[in-house]
């Protein structure tokens, strides 16, 4: 075993899929169908059991409520013997939000934020639309487009920069450490329809280059990917159930894209990647 354990945290705003995610690689390693397996019991599961139970019947878990903050230690383990502290949280999406209103991390975040060798950040495509804001045009012409004189909101992908930066200076100003690797996984991948092949780098440049750009020109090519994943593979309605998921089983279902595009089953695939990033 090696001397010292990897910790990776993961961050997203609302909506982009952190539970369903968190529940289908519990699935994942329970079942002891992908690269990695866990090293030990986790101390508590409790926040999936209704994510889990919910795909088990076909349908979509529910969003996780305003002012809810858990935290899932999971102790896993890769091929290559590397030991992984995954700490997979449970809360609103709102919550970040609320962080980047305030531009300050709440001290539910610190310990996590501070101790990360490795960063997940989560991202849907499909909810961060190209949007003009005040880094794509000068402010005067925004305004004049906008007769109503409504607030002029950042974009979704300039709100993860500014996430990004926030979290960079909690690590470094009360650490010192170096940056963690970092790992950008776009999710609900299905929904975009890309042609097979499509990699995420590309997509991440395409849907947001400014977002591409900032982790292109922080991280070394050596600590960053981006990866492609559709959790449950499909979209999922509580008015139909899906009966691949109940005759299957959720844990065959979703898959990863790879750096270069090709498709996966092995969901723990983004975690044992940035495992060596971190170590590279």
């Known amino acids: 075993m090696p001397e010292k354990t990897l910790q990776v945290a993961v961050f997203g705003e609302s909506n982009v899929g952190k539970s369903h995610y968190g529940a289908q690689l519990i699935g994942r390693l329970n079942a002891e169908t992908g690269s990695m397996r866990m090293r030990g019991a986790a101390p508590d599961l409790a926040a999936f059991d209704d994510v889990v139970q919910s795909l088990s019947g076909g349908v979509p878990g529910a969003h996780t409520a305003a002012g809810t903050y858990t935290e899932t230690l999971l102790p896993v383990l890769t091929e290559g013997d590397v030991a992984i502290d995954l700490n ?58 906008r007769p109503d004189c409504g607030v002029i909101e950042r974009s979704p992908q300039a709100r993860l920069v500014e996430l990004l930066q926030m979290l960079l200076y909690t690590t470094h100003a009360r650490t010192g450490k170096a940056k963690p690797a970092l790992a950008v996984v ?50 999922l309605s509580k008015d139909s159930p899906n009966k691949d998921f109940i005759y299957k089983g959720a844990e065959q279902m ?18 044992s990647q940035l495992a060596k990033a971190i170590q590279s």
């Open 186 to 235: 776009l999710s609900c991948w299905d929904e975009l329809r890309a042609p097979e092949g499509t990699t995420p780098e590309q997509v991440l440049r395409r849907n947001l280059p400014l977002l591409a750009a900032f982790v292109r020109n922080n991280w070394d090519e050596r600590r960053r990917l981006v990866l492609g994943l559709s959790a449950t593979g499909v979209a």
């Open 254 to 271: 979703g898959w990863v894209v790879t750096t270069d595009g090709a498709r996966t089953p092995d969901l723990t695939l983004p975690i």
């Open 88 to 145: 997979w949280p449970d809360y609103a999406g709102e919550q970040v939000s609320q962080l980047l209103e305030e531009r300050r991390i709440p001290a539910s975040w610190q310990q996590r934020v501070e101790t990360a060798d490795g960063w997940i950040l989560m991202v849907r495509p499909k909810r961060a639309p190209l949007e003009e804001d005040i880094f794509s045009r000068p402010l005067g012409d925004l305004q004049s487009s």
